[in-house]
């Protein structure tokens, strides 16, 4: 009888689980209540009693168990390289599930083909993916086991192969770069006679080749956001002397700075990579009354352009910038040099030459740690194309179906289309904006540059469903975002914000009140990230000295880290190690230059840009061995909240809540 009452209890919980998944699953693709979903995340659905008490992100803390890591014909190793975004943790979850049904064992890569390279002990960069470490993935943003930006060598795909050699294969996530990677592994063990599957995966939020890639739609849901809430509104008398300028990513292909500027509600311009334009482009477009400009950052001037040399003397900074772009090999595909901070020379254009003033807004990292969203019909693009990449990816190991990579038929935000497997120099081909659209259709969207035609400056928009967010959510929420990215590659990374302290210090700080309530996802990059977070605010003057040992304190214990800044946070110009940090860069000289002396304190401070000088103490640190990081990164947020209400941040900034992570 004690039997048969035990049998009936775990069969009575099975149903309880499978029920709550296949609802939970089925609320991911068509949310009953899209209003609903914009208060709260949908991840809070998904079945919580699954989820493991360890954080996904410190899968490989120092000490903790790593799991059978035994290799045999039943593994199959998973690994990214190149950028992250949202969408892959689904995407491994959904994998691991579906090849342990099959019988197989999935261990996954730490940073992707360098954990396959590098380290003391190639055990140390892996880590069993059971179903439970899978469900405790789901929801959340970036990629949990890293990534890399490993350019391969002959004899790096050998010893790739030598590692892969007694497994089943492998499945890699990437670009184009490892997509070709892939290709290689595959083609040299076919070769050698070796018995491996390898199966590519593409993703980007750049969408800068010929296929669907994984994380781009989320990127766009979540950069409209901001754009439609940020936009200039032309027509209102206040905004006739102010411009938006957003700068999106996007070194080759403007495709998603197209996508990002179609979340404007009001008249706009768009510059992509793929057409030149000249600086009198932009003043014509501004003279029509234009007030949004949305600028790739592979956009280049010509060095033959007439008024160049205006704009150049009346902002060093940008010369001091222009100059060294121009003792760089790297030029873009029309032969200009290819710009750093591309958005800052469209800004000095309309001051300069429009009298204009500008309100400049990054939309670039923190859409790669971008957080699922659904679109207006409901659905969550990339957790379906998880879905139906992970059943293709497992069924071409299955069927030992090797060099392939999964590709999707549909278009973004349509679910009807099919998967199919290509070979990958059929996907990695470039998407370039001019030759996927006509040059009509392109004057038609805003795009600057195009001949011919008249540029249609009024497209219509297309926004994503409103949410209501506080102030401090949507900060918390773009920092966080950008923290996880930020541990996937191990970076330095620096934050710029506008906000007033207190706001910054509630929205980042590593100890959040009622973290508790917060949703699964958000409170998991919290709990997993925040060892890394240092907040600098004004009111706690600090000398670069000692923001520099704090620096490597940090990274010394976490192998990266995250700095959130005020715009206000000011630089003694008598400290020493600024001097230093400034004889490293003639942009970073130019810039201090040009900073206002504050009467009282004798301290600079700097209208915006306080982050560069941030950026240049890391690669100061760097090069002086004495942080050991993968490479560093500015997000200068900008204007990326204006019109957000503030909650609940206590006006008061106290020495408790400071330590907490300032």
Not at 117 to 133: A, R, S, Y
Not at 209 to 224: E, K, L, N, Q, Y
Not at 241 to 263: I, N, Y
Not at 588 to 604: A, I, Q
Request: proline content about 4%; charged content about 25%.
């Amino acid at each position: 009888m004690f039997k048969r009452i035990i049998l009936f209890f775990y069969f009575a919980v099975f149903l309880l689980i499978f029920c709550d998944n296949a609802s939970a699953s089925s609320f991911l693709l068509r949310p009953p209540n899209i209003t609903k979903y914009n208060n709260e995340r949908l991840v809070k659905l998904v079945n919580h009693s699954k989820r493991l008490l360890v954080n996904p992100f410190l899968l490989f803390e120092a000490g903790r168990d790593r799991g059978d890591l035994t290799i045999d014909k039943k593994t199959i190793f998973v690994g990214m390289g190149g950028g992250d975004t949202a969408g892959l943790n689904d995407f491994v979850a959904d994998t691991v599930e579906k090849l342990t049904k099959l019988g197989y064992k999935v261990i996954g890569i730490r940073s992707g083909f360098k954990g396959l390279l590098k380290g003391d002990k190639l055990e140390d960069n892996f880590v069993e993916l059971t179903p439970e470490i899978a469900a405790s993935m789901k929801g959340l943003p970036s990629m949990v086991l890293g990534s890399c930006r490993e350019k391969l060598k002959e004899e790096d795909i050998a010893k790739i192969i030598d590692i892969l050699k007694p497994s089943a294969g492998a499945i890699f996530i990437g670009g184009n770069d490892h997509l070709k990677n892939v290709e290689q592994i595959a083609n040299e063990a076919g070769k050698q006679g070796i018995d491996i599957t390898v199966v590519g995966v593409p993703k980007s939020i750049d969408n800068d080749f010929m296929t669907v890639m994984h994380g781009f739609w989320s990127a766009v849901i979540a950069g409209r956001q901001t754009v439609a809430r940020v936009s200039i509104n032309p027509e209102k008398e206040k905004d006739l002397t102010t411009a938006a300028v957003f700068e999106c990513m996007g070194r080759k292909s403007g495709s998603l700075t197209l996508e990002l500027s179609k979340g404007c509600p009001y008249s706009h311009v768009v510059i992509v990579p793929e057409k030149p334009v000249m600086i009198d482009d932009i003043i014509n477009a501004s003279n029509d009354g234009i007030r949004n400009f949305f600028v790739s950052e592979g956009f280049s001037l010509s060095e033959a352009d007439p008024k160049l040399s205006q704009l150049l003397q009346a902002y060093p900074v940008l010369k001091t910038m222009w100059e060294k772009s121009r003792t760089s090999p790297d030029r873009d595909a029309h032969g200009n040099p290819k710009l750093t901070g591309a958005s800052l020379f469209v800004k000095g254009i309309l001051e300069h030459f429009c009298g204009l003033k500008v309100e400049k807004t990054d939309l670039t990292y923190q859409l790669r740690g971008a957080f699922l969203q659904p679109d207006n019909k409901g659905i969550i693009f990339d957790i379906f194309l998880a879905g139906k990449f992970s059943e293709e990816a497992a069924s071409l190991i299955e069927t030992k179906q090797s060099g392939l990579a999964v590709t999707y038929d549909g278009e973004y935000g349509d679910i009807k289309g099919a998967v199919k497997a290509r070979l990958p120099k059929d996907v990695y081909k470039s998407r370039d904006l001019s030759i996927m659209l006509s040059d009509e259709s392109l004057a038609d969207l805003g795009v600057l540059g195009v001949s011919g035609y008249q540029i249609k400056y009024n497209a219509v928009p297309e926004l994503s469903s409103e949410r209501e967010i506080s102030l401090e959510g949507a900060i918390r929420e773009a920092f966080y975002g950008i923290a996880a990215s930020t541990f996937a590659h191990r970076y330095a990374s620096v934050v710029e914000l506008r906000e007033p302290s207190n706001v910054i210090i509630s929205s980042c700080s590593k100890d959040q009140a009622d973290i508790d309530k917060l949703p699964y996802d958000l409170k998991t990059v919290i709990e997993g990230t925040k060892d890394s977070v240092l907040l600098l605010v004004p009111e706690i003057p600090m000398s670069l000295s000692q923001i520099a040992d704090s620096i490597k304190d940090i990274c010394d214990k976490s192998g990266y880290i995250n700095i959130a800044i005020s715009k206000d946070f000011m630089l003694d110009p008598k400290d020493e190690l600024l001097e230093s940090v400034l004889n490293t860069d003639p942009v970073l000289r130019v810039r201090f230059n040009e900073g206002l002396v504050d009467e009282k304190t004798g301290m600079v401070r700097f209208e915006s840009g306080i982050s560069n000088f941030i950026a240049g103490l890391y690669k100061y640190l760097i090069k002086q061995g004495k942080i050991k990081v993968e490479g560093n990164k500015i997000t200068n947020l900008g204007y990326a909240f204006k019109g957000l209400a503030s909650g609940n941040a206590s006006d008061l900034i106290n020495r408790k809540v400071l330590d907490s992570g300032v």
